[in-house]
């Protein structure tokens, strides 16, 4: 298997260097940072004992790969907006876990420092402009929420405006105003919900500045992002899980790849350099135009998108005769379902590489899938989410062979 150059932002467990950390002093109140009481080795870890007690029963698990600076990777961040007690005093910040209260935040540990200052200056200009944040108990105000993307090479950043009246007074005055306080900001959006939901984004969009979208690169690919595309939040460490699927994919140049959940089609268009043809599939419309814009964008030929339900794409896939070689899949923390892998057997792909963000629900389609003949020969866990509890792996699969499977080789439940 070709091996590239090793990204120096993957550190391995044991060489991550020991980490003296400053408490944040709203980290109890807002509960996204579960671990941030933890040296960073620690977090580690606590991480890979994780995944090994869901996981150690299919395999081998691998060192966990960590961040070499585990602070402010989130290139997309977004806050929410609401007065205080006395309705007094604007606050900003992130909902207290299992609440609607507004923690308080100006600089968070983890999110983009960029971002952290456009999202207090706007709170500024919320009061220079006679502004109030959304009021969800009177269903009263204009602003409730604010999400900030920045592309982590490119450094463009979007600015969406989320509030709850399409009615937005002095608007161009208030983006002229934010703009003068951050040039570096590429494109404003105002999207507009008016639900009684804790949906962020309404389904109303409108440009006040700039495209409407940013552009970042990821594995030598440009992608466009748009405010409902879904793009990792850690751009880091997210090459480095897509480089180390791709090694384990083993592309020749002559296969047949199949991108299910593909999204914006990141990953279907990473590995379309390295294969014969790749068929992304996706529900989301607005996701599978993203995908379709992307590989125009990136000069790619051998990329299709279809906006269809993965298990029925590959259901019929199978009654047609058709083949896939390898199948990625990068499903969300539900993870997958027992009709996605039973389609998913029944194409019956030579390798699957399954990228999970879940080992809890990894370890249940991992079950499923050895009842369907698939066996697990390659584990790796990668810390894209530094201070809290959550870790990704990437899990090679391969069809067993029939002798195999009659002694009972790679079979993790003897």
């Known amino acids: 298997m070709k091996t590239n ?13 020991q980490t003296n950390l400053r408490l944040c002093p709203v980290a109890k109140k807002c509960g996204g940072c579960q671990l941030q009481n933890m040296a960073y080795p620690r977090q580690l870890a606590f991480k890979q ?37 006395r309705r007094s005093k604007i606050l900003s910040g992130v909902y207290q876990s299992s609440t609607h209260r ?12 960029q971002a952290d200052e456009i999202i207090v200056t706007i ?13 969800e108990n009177r269903e009263t105000g204009f602003l409730r929420h604010v999400l900030v993307k920045r592309g982590f090479q490119s450094g463009q950043i979007m600015v969406v405006l989320v509030t709850a009246t399409p009615v937005f007074p002095a608007k161009n005055r208030f983006v002229e105003a934010l703009l003068q306080a951050h040039p570096q900001i590429t494109t404003v959006l105002m999207n507009t919900n008016r639900h009684h939901t804790n949906l962020v984004l309404g389904d109303t969009e409108k440009v006040l500045y700039g495209p409407g ?62 294969a014969g043809r790749v ?35 590959l259901t019929r896939m199978a009654q047609e005769g058709r083949h896939a070689d390898v199948v990625f899949m990068d499903p969300p923390r539900a993870g997958s379902t027992p009709r996605f892998l039973s389609s998913l057997a029944a194409l019956a792909p030579d390798r699957i590489v399954y990228i999970s963000c879940n080992p809890e ?11 369907h003949g698939y066996r697990v020969r390659h584990i790796q866990p990668v810390d894209m989410f530094p201070h809290t509890s959550h870790v990704e792996v990437v899990c090679l699969l391969t069809k067993a062979h029939s002798a195999a499977k009659k002694s009972g080789e790679g079979n993790g439940f003897q």
């Open 102 to 113: 507004v923690v308080y935040v100006d600089r968070c540990l983890i999110e983009d420092k």
């Open 279 to 313: 068929i992304g599939v996706e529900v989301n419309p607005d996701a599978v135009r993203d995908a379709i814009s992307n590989a125009r964008r990136n000069g790619v030929k051998n990329s299709y998108f279809i906006r269809e339900d993965a298990g029925e794409f």
């Open 123 to 135: 709170r500024g200009l919320l009061k220079s402009f006679k502004l109030t944040p959304y009021d």
């Open 361 to 371: 629900t990894l370890a249940r389609d991992l079950r499923l899938l050895d009842g």
């Open 213 to 274: 979208y940013i552009e970042d690169t990821l594995c030598g690919c440009v992608f466009r992002i748009s405010a409902r595309s879904f793009y990792q939040v850690n751009p880091v460490q997210t090459q480095v899980l897509y480089q180390k699927a791709m090694d384990l994919a083993e592309l020749t140049g002559k296969e047949t790849v199949i991108d299910a959940y593909c999204g914006i089609g990141t990953i279907g268009l990473i590995a379309s350099r390295r």
């Open 5 to 17: 150059p090793p990204n120096r932002s993957a550190v391995p467990l044991q060489v991550v260097p």
């Open 49 to 85: 004992g994780m995944v090994q007690r869901l996981l150690g029963a299919y395999g081998k698990v691998e060192p966990i790969l960590g961040m070499e600076n585990p602070f402010h990777y989130r290139n997309k961040v977004q806050a929410a907006f609401a007065f205080d007690r």
